[in-house]
Antibody, heavy 120, light 107 residues
Framework: QVQLVQSGAEMKKPGASVKVSCKASGYTFTGYPIHWVRQAPGQGLEWMGWINPHSGAINSAQKFQGRVTMTRDTSINTAYMELSSLTSDDTAIYYC??????????????WGQGTMVSVS | DIQMTQSPSSLSASVGDRITITCRASRNIVRYLNWYQQKPGKAPEVLIFDANSLQSGVPSRFSGSGSGTDFTLTISSLQPEDFATYFCQQSYNTPRTFGQGTKVDIK
């Protein structure tokens, strides 16, 4: 079965960086893009970007460009999202999600359990 | 960016009720529209993709409709496990964007 297992909670100071991992299993890692979505406490969902694990190509939301780095290690089926220059506004749960292609682009079918990042 | 606006933001309903949640896109997104359910402390789960296709394993009381800019999610007979928050999301272009969510709670 498809599983995405994320790294544990992080506490960071303002100005620091955080790197969240997302280890995939149960499918061919390089066959499906991984998206990153975050959710501030009590708020909605915000898409950050995606990485194609096969090519390493990325596409990030303009809001995060220059601050977010998405990478992958195909030898261990793991995707990473690093966010720099953290502020309190970056306090959120960060999710990775695997897409599944549909007739109309894609849907986020499988999700990690989330990683809480607190900035204070 | 495409703005996704859901209404209502919250609603109270009883078990057995039929409820409808609306999602409006700021521009035509054809049928590039997905719906998710999220329960407290959990990751979202997909209910409907491509506006009206039921995700495998999701009960048939859930249905989606619409195209262009206006979409609806309907639960035909609300069950206790359906009390949750629901989000729409467009996959028409990047950045992918979500509605602000609709919280369904018990009346």
């Amino acid at each position: 079965q498809v599983q995405l297992v994320q790294s544990g909670a992080e506490m960071k100071k303002p100005g620091a960086s955080v790197k969240v991992s997302c280890k995939a299993s149960g499918y061919t890692f390089t066959g499906y893009p991984i998206h990153w979505v975050r959710q501030a406490p009590g708020q909605g969902l915000e898409w950050m970007g995606w990485i194609n694990p096969h090519s390493g190509a990325i596409n990030s939301a303009q809001k995060f460009q220059g601050r977010v780095t998405m990478t992958r290690d195909t030898s261990i089926n793991t995707a990473y999202m690093e966010l720099s220059s953290l502020t309190s506004d970056d306090t959120a749960i960060y999710y990775c999600a695997r897409e599944t292609l549909t007739a109309f682009h894609e849907v986020f079918q499988f999700w990690g359990q989330g990683t809480m990042v607190s900035v204070s | 960016d495409i703005q996704m606006t859901q209404s209502p933001s919250s609603l109270s309903a009883s078990v057995g009720d039929r409820i409808t949640i609306t999602c409006r896109a700021s521009r035509n997104i054809v049928r590039y529209l997905n719906w998710y359910q999220q329960k407290p402390g959990k990751a979202p789960e997909v209910l409907i993709f491509d506006a009206n296709s039921l995700q495998s394993g999701v009960p048939s009381r859930f249905s989606g409709s619409g195209s262009g800019t206006d979409f609806t999610l309907t639960i035909s007979s609300l069950q206790p496990e359906d009390f949750a928050t629901y989000f729409c999301q467009q996959s028409y272009n990047t950045p992918r964007t979500f509605g602000q969510g609709t919280k369904v709670d018990i009346k």
